[in-house]
């Protein structure tokens, strides 16, 4: 290190190991890297020969103390690395080196944020995330006012993952002149069950725009408040099937078996995406007074999403559904018997099994039992 006391030593020395960093020699590069990372911040001629090491050496620990003299390089080494991802550089190498920056890249990566290529976009989001500090969570709150839609999920995700550090900062965003961005804020406030939010989500279910209202209802679900039964019971009636849709996932994460009754009643909404969000939230809460209205969207329903979805919240009810799915294979069509037969896949053979098992109802015949364990892979398998 005697040569780094001399600027011009010191530049010889750089050249020296980014020579030896170019070797085939794998202990010659791991030294070079290693003396390069005690260099401290790398000069321009260093940066992007470092970043190919950590890209693509095929030593780790090559890669490693490349890593370590990026993470020296601020401002510099952030934005080289934004315009290797545009260059179409290793995603997931990029983005961890980024977050290794920490503070020093977060306005290069709150500008590739609006940049044209989504991959760019993504990555941005997520180095943001792994970097997790105050700054980096304001660049995400920033980003849920994004026009791109996949922009804004990603930060609400992020957001979810960062956890109790982000919520003040989103609980100021329902407060935000865009919709997009109170919308999205209520929506990452549901991966948190933070009791400072329930007030704040209870107003929001009295926004003027329906994203907001359905994200809010969607939101409050996850707080496992029982005072937010009411609430969302009202949202079940708004005229924005948004809203009605967000009022109903909400229930079902609730975990509150009042909601039953009231969503088997919303089972006859003009919205087919309203009904394939109850029948999933009727799985969810479970309970036999589900299991006829379930089994009558399964077989009746006219939009094939919502067919789909109640086969999935009938398998969510395990063996207790398999006897009223037998028993309704009788005086249906072929049709019905159909997605009748997909929903018990959806349970297994080990499901249906049981059920027999467990009972002496005469109606529930041989036929029934191999019809039920042909449509499982189990049965499937045993045929042939």
């Known amino acids: 290190m005697l040569f780094a006391t001399d600027p011009a030593s010191r530049r010889d020395f750089e050249r020296q190991l980014l020579r030896d960093l170019d070797t085939a020699d794998a202990r010659l590069r791991w030294r070079a890297a290693f003396e390069l990372a005690r260099l401290g911040a790398p000069g321009a001629e260093a940066l992007q020969p470092l970043i190919d090491a950590a890209l693509h050496d095929v030593d780790d620990s090559v890669r490693t103390h490349a890593a370590r003299a990026i993470a020296a390089g601020g401002r510099e080494a952030a934005a080289a690395l934004v315009t290797r991802l545009l260059d179409g550089a290793d995603h997931d190498r990029t983005v961890s080196l980024l977050a290794s920056l920490g503070t020093p890249a977060i306005d290069a990566l709150a500008d590739a944020l ?149 969503l088997i009643a919303l089972l006859d909404d003009t919205d087919e995406d309203v009904r394939c969000r109850v029948v999933h939230s009727l799985g969810e809460l479970g309970g036999s007074r589900a299991l006829p209205f379930l089994i009558a969207s399964l077989t009746c329903d006219d939009s094939e999403d919502v067919r789909y979805a109640a086969a999935d919240a009938l398998g969510e009810l395990g063996s207790a559904a398999v006897q009223p799915l037998l028993e309704a294979m009788d005086g249906e069509s072929e049709d019905a018997r159909g997605w009748i037969a997909l929903a018990l896949e959806t349970l297994g053979a080990p499901a249906i099994e049981h059920s027999v098992a467990q009972t002496h109802d005469r109606r529930i015949g041989p036929a029934h039992v191999r019809e039920a364990l042909g449509w499982t892979d189990e049965g499937r398998a045993a045929a042939v």
């Open 114 to 262: 609006s940049g044209d290529e989504p991959a760019v976009r993504w990555a941005a989001v997520g180095a943001l995330e792994d970097i997790a500090n105050e700054t980096a969570v304001l660049a995400l709150i920033g980003a849920l006012s994004h026009v791109d839609d996949e922009v804004r999920h990603c930060a609400v995700t992020a957001l979810g993952h960062i956890g109790a550090a982000a919520v003040d900062a989103l609980l100021n965003s329902l407060s935000d002149v865009s919709p997009v961005a109170r919308a999205e804020a209520a929506r990452a406030l549901g991966y948190f069950a933070d009791s400072r939010s329930f007030m704040p989500l209870i107003v929001a279910l009295d926004d003027p725009d329906p994203e907001v209202r359905g994200s809010a209802a969607w939101a409050l679900g996850g707080i496992h408040d029982p005072r937010g039964l009411v609430p969302l019971l009202v949202a079940l009636d708004d005229a924005d099937a948004r809203v009605r849709e967000g009022a109903a996932a909400g229930l079902g994460r609730s975990g509150d078996g009042r909601a039953i009754r009231p």
